[in-house]
């Protein structure tokens, strides 16, 4: 879909174009195209299959009106003039430049999300531009359905932290919407979430107002239920989840942070290896209870013992950070998954009674998701299953609205 941004954009590259500015036009679309938009979709894949080309080339040729119609290239592009563009605009680009009446069924028109499809969008804001793979449950019929943020890991996508956690099928089961945000290598070389850098750990700011106004947008277009929407990450991901707990406690209803660092314990990369590998800063990240860096968003926190990559110490300084509604004492149950991981779950209690807090400890386990998918990068079929526990933890919690 082509928001006004685009439009606007396009409405002046066609200006351009009329003047003899070709290149001047073609730079202003390059500044709206999957550059930003669509550039790490893993397939290029977008709802309905169609293939979306993210690229815009130019010919040293000069438009003319007697130029060829477009015609559409291999790739699912089209080539209109000298100007060679994403078939997605390929109609409204003719229609700005007064070059067709009708215009036929376009290959590369996005087509709206359908029940039980895992598809694919972009989203823009005044802060930036992210794409995202969004699955909505067969037994989506419009209704105030619950909504999951899930945040990839460094070097991952959403189809590949999808097929690893296995989330979808669980969703499918329990009617719930997820939204996977994608981090793209412009952004970050690795595709990390950029959770140790200060512009990026602040409400309506950075990242964290990226991936909330994604969500919100989501929440708005499909009818869901605002005050059951959660938010997961591993590694650099659960950093980044965490840091929405922290920043938007007005619209997560509940966090996991999977093998995840505290919020605000880096304002760099050097401190962020430090931060990873241990510090040496107290527990809560190297800030005083008081500093305002603690959430009473509800937290469940999974890390394994033999984490190299995020020592598991880790673990202890997010519990810290969600302690502020939690009651003295805890229950702790000795688990172990039938030719798997042990653990040790402790679980912490609200005023009411309720489980404001779950930290799983699993022994043995390394830098992965419990009890993943070998379909996916960085997991482990043997340690409990945390998307199974994670969704069960979340569906008890809903804001008070």
């Not at 893993?42 to 130019?58: I, K």
């Not at 690893?164 to 990390?192: F, H, I, W």
Request: charged share 20%.
């Amino acid at each position: 879909m082509i928001d006004a941004t685009m439009t606007k954009r396009m409405e002046e590259a066609t200006r351009l174009t009329r003047a003899g500015k070709l290149h001047e036009a073609m730079a202003l679309l390059q500044g709206a195209t999957p550059a930003q938009c669509g550039e790490e979709t893993s397939d290029n894949t977008y709802p309905g299959g169609n293939t979306f080309d993210g690229t815009c080339e130019v010919i040293d040729e000069e438009v003319t009106a007697s130029k060829p119609e477009p015609a559409e290239s291999p790739t699912g592009s089209f080539t209109t003039g000298d100007i060679k563009m994403p078939a997605a605009w390929r109609d409204k680009w003719m229609k700005f430049r007064g070059g067709m009446t009708q215009s036929e069924p376009s290959h590369g028109t996005i087509e709206e999300p359908q029940p039980g499809a895992f598809t694919a969008g972009c989203f823009t804001n005044q802060v930036g531009t992210r794409d995202y793979k969004l699955f909505l449950p067969s037994g989506y019929h419009g209704q105030a359905l619950p909504l999951v943020v899930m945040l990839h890991g460094c070097t991952q996508n959403p189809d590949d932290f999808a097929a690893g956690t296995d989330m979808n099928r669980l969703a499918e089961e329990q009617l719930c919407c997820v939204l996977y945000p994608a981090q793209p290598m412009s952004a970050n070389s690795s595709k990390c979430w950029n959770w140790f850098k200060a512009e990026d750990q602040q409400r309506e700011g950075g990242e964290p107002a990226i991936i909330a106004g994604m969500a919100r947008q989501i929440i708005d277009t499909h009818g869901l239920d605002d005050s059951r929407v959660y938010v997961a990450g591993l590694s650099a991901g659960a950093a980044m989840a965490t840091t929405l707990a922290m920043t938007y406690p007005d619209l997560f209803a509940a966090v996991c942070v999977h093998s995840g660092l505290p919020h605000g314990v880096a304002q760099s990369l050097p401190d962020a290896l430090g931060a990873m590998q241990g510090g040496s800063g107290p527990l809560g990240g190297g800030k005083a209870k008081g500093s305002g860096w603690a959430s009473e968003v509800p937290a469940i926190i999974f890390h394994g013992d033999r984490d190299t990559t995020v020592h598991p110490s880790n673990a202890d300084r997010v519990a810290a950070q969600y302690s502020t509604s939690r009651q003295a004492g805890a229950a702790v149950e000795q688990g172990k998954v039938a030719n798997g991981h042990t653990y040790t779950r402790t679980t912490h209690h609200n005023a009411k009674g309720q489980p404001q807090m779950e930290q799983w400890r699993i022994h043995g386990a390394g830098h992965a998701w419990s009890g993943g998918s070998a379909k996916g990068s960085y997991t482990d079929p043997k340690g409990p299953d945390a998307t199974k526990e994670m969704l069960r933890f979340f569906l008890q919690h809903q804001q008070a609205r």
